[in-house]
């Protein structure tokens, strides 16, 4: 089984930045071979894409909300993927989500594909 933690979530004002990571493990799954991504669902509304970053860390995909302001990092040797969001506005308010592919070296096409999920981690933006 797959085991996704974020951490990194809390309360900011508008303009700044937070930065979330996610913890992976499980016995059978190396870090470094799964595509890995950041979804958010806000109060009221779906649960919806952020950005992924191939196994390799050569790909990376950004939703149009966050390009430009959010940057998706991986750490391969120690398990950790990491969110960087600068320029937070209210609107970024949300629970945060990691996310897993099902196999590793899979192709990925966003926002469809993953299917391990954390328990996320809430990012509140005050105006």
């Known amino acids: 089984q797959v085991q996704l933690v974020e951490s990194g979530g809390g309360l900011v004002q508008a303009g700044g930045s937070l930065r979330l990571s996610c913890q992976a493990s499980g016995r059978t799954f190396t870090f470094s071979t799964y595509t890995m991504g950041w979804f958010r669902q806000a109060p009221g509304r779906e649960r919806e894409f952020v950005a992924a970053?191939?196994?390799?860390?050569?790909?990376?995909y950004y939703a149009d909300s966050v390009k430009g302001r959010f940057t998706i990092s991986r750490d391969n040797p120690k398990n950790t993927l990491h969110l960087q969001m600068n320029s937070l506005k209210p609107e970024d308010t949300a629970v945060y989500y990691c996310a897993a592919v099902e196999h590793p070296y899979s192709r990925y096409v966003p926002p469809d594909g993953m299917y391990y999920w954390g328990k996320g981690t809430l990012v509140t933006v005050s105006s």
């Open positions: 970053i191939r196994w390799n860390g050569v790909s990376r």
